[in-house]
């Protein structure tokens, strides 16, 4: 069994910042590809950034400049930086990982319960 866990999230005031946690637990061989997915109110679900094994990263053009995803390897766990939140970055914020539970077996995606994030004065 893999498990995703997130947290980090909350209530902010625009312009300011939140870093979001991804932990990866169970039966894990490797974690290829990590990413950062967020879902707001009668949106569909959007990529956020996204992050390789070797630490290549790309993100949506809204947060550009704003949010900085990283991994520890070691720990199984990725990260979201979020500075200069804005109302629009309200969302639901999943986390979402390739993993292969054995060695020279495929990976599957799985995806982690969502944290809230809420920006607003």
């Known amino acids: 069994q893999v498990q995703l866990v997130e947290s980090g999230g909350g209530l902010v005031q625009p312009g300011g910042s939140l870093r979001l946690s991804c932990a990866a637990s169970?039966?894990?061989?490797?974690?290829?590809?990590m990413g950062w997915y967020r879902q707001a109110p009668g949106k569909q679900r959007e990529l956020v950034a996204r992050?390789?094994?070797?630490?290549?990263?790309n993100y949506a053009d809204s947060v550009k400049g704003r949010f900085t995803i990283s991994r520890d390897n070691a720990k199984n766990t990725m990260y979201l930086q979020m500075n200069s939140l804005k109302p629009e970055d309200t969302a639901v914020y999943y986390c979402?990982?390739?993993?292969?539970?054995?060695?020279?077996?495929?990976?599957?995606?799985?995806w982690g319960q969502g944290t809230q994030v809420t920006v607003s004065s």
């Open positions: 169970g039966s894990i061989f490797s974690i290829n590809v």
């Open positions: 992050i390789t094994s070797g630490g290549s990263t």
């Open positions: 979402n990982a390739a993993i292969s539970q054995y060695y020279n077996s495929g990976a599957s995606w799985y």
